[in-house]
């Protein structure tokens, strides 16, 4: 029992540390993109900016159930172990070649042309790696704790946002922000070789899975592994199900903890950039280990209302949620300490351009320090510069928080995290255990891919979309607008997966 | 329960024709129309990828569940 326990805990470490390095790969292209953008993909081009959407949306959306299908393919015909060391590499050699890519200042149009191929890669990989590692660690899995051992790999993907964070602010730190700028950004994917190597080097020694290698043994393996998922009805009816009765629930409310709340605290509480990194890190650290809890749990009450409980929370709670964070950095409702408040103005200027800056700071009874940095273009003898009888003006705000609305943010975000290890900690279990062992890969990647990638993956932009609708019908709470997505899809979710996921529908596959 | 998972089985399929309007006629056609390459992308994706996916997986998951699919004594 305890060697059998020993071998269970290197699978789980050499697949976890692979797909976190994936996610972890993955994650950093999003983090970096202001910098990505600069430096590939100009604004004043219209090609470079269209390739910059293309690759913003491709990889996440397109690419993904591709991956999924392409190495689902290989996984159920060669093997799980040989399909994701492929995923894992393609993935570190995207990203390293990424953060060697010359700049579009450097080659022209070439550059941006290879950072949307090598991003292409990157989601190819991604859609192939998951799959492979949670199916390889299930088939290695003692039957009743698929869900504890699963859901290791589960606290992977978030996991690996926060190393992203985490290597991103540490590289900020030992650099100086103009260090960073010219060639610091390179630092987070170069590392990315070197991480791979090791995890490379760990999955060489491992195994193939027991289940496939005793298909493979008895001749039982798929000869056509997409047409038996997808064109058997018997096979499809369970792919549909797996998608619209859990994967695009827990999609969205995947996005919305992660993705979502993050855009949210940063472009409507217009929260500092580092705090509101810091406060996602803090609550991504400490909700994490709830993935395992919750996955254990869903091995001794089922999987089906554990992921359910979480879409229901999150159904019923997110308006309120996130209310109550709107309120926490709402200026209409503080009282100011006049006091404290301190104005200082500085003239930059750019090339022909001047610019006035006058920058005010105001603090609150509650600790909350607003600062509002309004620039002028100015002429050289400082009178400001009119277009159609108006001076151009833009204003930035920047809110931090002090104290307990500090810690109450914490919280706020950490319940929603909550909600993401209650429908994301079982998951993987309860798709592997619906498919047989030789279209496992291929059929268990496709729902969980596109309920991820496009539904998961469009909430930013359709949730934005809702909210500037709300906003221009003058709508008092347009900010809680963007939440209708993923309450919706959430509640059609629910209602399908409570009706239709029987016990007996695992029960038929796992033999 | 049998009943009730075959007569959603016509809101579903209802619910995927209203998916392909709104995808196609409130998010995916008016993109297009923007001019802008950001929306055009967003557009083509809306119109090619999400609701065909969404409309037609929608729709023949609703079809399963009219024909009994999904029954317990099937699954």
């Keep these: ?511 | 329960m049998g009943n009730i998972k075959k007569i959603l089985g016509m809101v579903w399929i209802i619910l995927a024709l209203l998916t392909a309007y709104f995808s196609i006629f409130y998010f995916g056609l008016p993109k297009l129309r923007t001019g802008q390459q950001e929306d055009l992308v967003f557009g083509l994706i809306i119109l090619f990828i999400l609701t065909p996916i969404v409309s037609v997986g929608l729709a023949i998951f609703g079809y399963f569940a009219l024909k009994g699919e999904y029954a317990n004594d099937k699954m």
């Design chain 1, 1 to 511: 029992m305890q060697n059998k326990n020993k071998t269970l805990w290197k699978v789980i470490g050499a697949s976890s540390l692979g797909t976190l390095i994936e996610w972890y790969d993955f994650f950093i292209f999003g983090s970096l993109s202001v910098v990505l953008s600069t430096k590939f993909f100009p604004a004043d081009n219209p090609t470079a900016a269209f390739l910059s959407t293309l690759a913003t949306f491709a990889a996440g959306f397109v690419v993904r159930p591709f991956g999924a299908l392409f190495f689902g393919r290989l996984g159920d015909l060669i093997g799980r172990k040989y399909t994701f060391m492929v995923t894992l590499m393609l993935m570190g050699g995207a990203t390293f070649l990424i953060g060697c890519t010359p700049s579009y200042e450097s080659i022209g149009f070439l550059a941006p042309l290879i950072v949307l191929v090598l991003r292409l890669l990157q989601g190819l990989a991604l859609g192939g790696e998951y799959g492979g590692a949670a199916t390889y660690v299930a088939e290695h899995s003692p039957e009743g704790e698929r869900g504890y051992w699963t859901s290791w790999i589960q606290t992977t993907a978030t996991f690996g946002l926060f190393i992203s964070l985490v290597v991103i602010l540490l590289t900020r730190l030992f650099l100086s922000e103009s260090q960073f700028d010219e060639w610091g950004w390179r630092i987070p994917f170069v590392l990315s070789i070197f991480m791979v190597f090791v995890s490379y080097l760990i999955r060489k020694n491992m195994d193939e899975s027991p289940e496939f290698t005793k298909a493979k043994a008895e001749g039982k393996t798929a000869k056509n592994p997409l047409k038996e998922s997808f064109g058997n009805i018997y096979n499809l009816k369970y792919v549909l199900l797996a998608l619209f009765g859990a994967a695009m629930g827990q999609g969205v409310v995947w996005y919305t903890g992660q993705f979502y709340s993050m855009s949210f605290m940063k472009t409507v509480m217009f929260l500092h950039t580092d705090q509101a990194d810091l406060i996602l890190g803090i609550a991504l650290l400490l909700g994490t280990p709830f993935f395992v809890v919750f996955g254990r749990l869903s091995d001794k009450v089922g999987r089906k209302w554990v992921m359910l409980a979480g879409m229901l929370l999150a159904i019923c709670t997110y308006r309120p949620i996130y209310a109550c964070m709107y309120q926490l950095t709402n200026i209409q409702t503080k009282t100011e300490r006049l006091d404290l408040r301190a104005v200082e103005t500085s003239f930059v200027k750019h090339g022909d351009s001047h610019n006035r800056v006058t920058r005010t700071s105001k603090t609150f009874t509650d600790g909350t320090e607003v600062t509002q940095a309004v620039t002028t273009q100015i002429t050289e003898a400082n009178n400001p510069i009119l277009k159609d009888g108006m001076p151009q003006e833009s204003s930035r705000t920047t809110v931090f928080l002090k104290g307990s609305n500090y810690a109450l943010l914490v919280g706020l975000i950490f319940i929603q995290i909550i909600y993401i290890t209650l429908v994301y900690g079982p998951i993987a279990a309860f798709l592997v255990e619906i498919f047989p062992v030789k279209i496992r890969y291929t059929s268990m990647s496709l729902p969980y891919h596109i309920g991820n990638g496009i539904f998961g993956g469009l909430l930013p932009a359709v949730s934005t979309y809702l909210a500037s609708n709300a906003q221009t019908k003058g709508q008092s709470d347009f900010y809680l607008s963007g939440l209708w997505y993923p309450i919706i899809v959430a509640s059609i979710c629910f209602v399908i997966g409570s009706i239709y996921i029987t016990k007996t529908m695992t029960a038929n596959q796992i033999k």
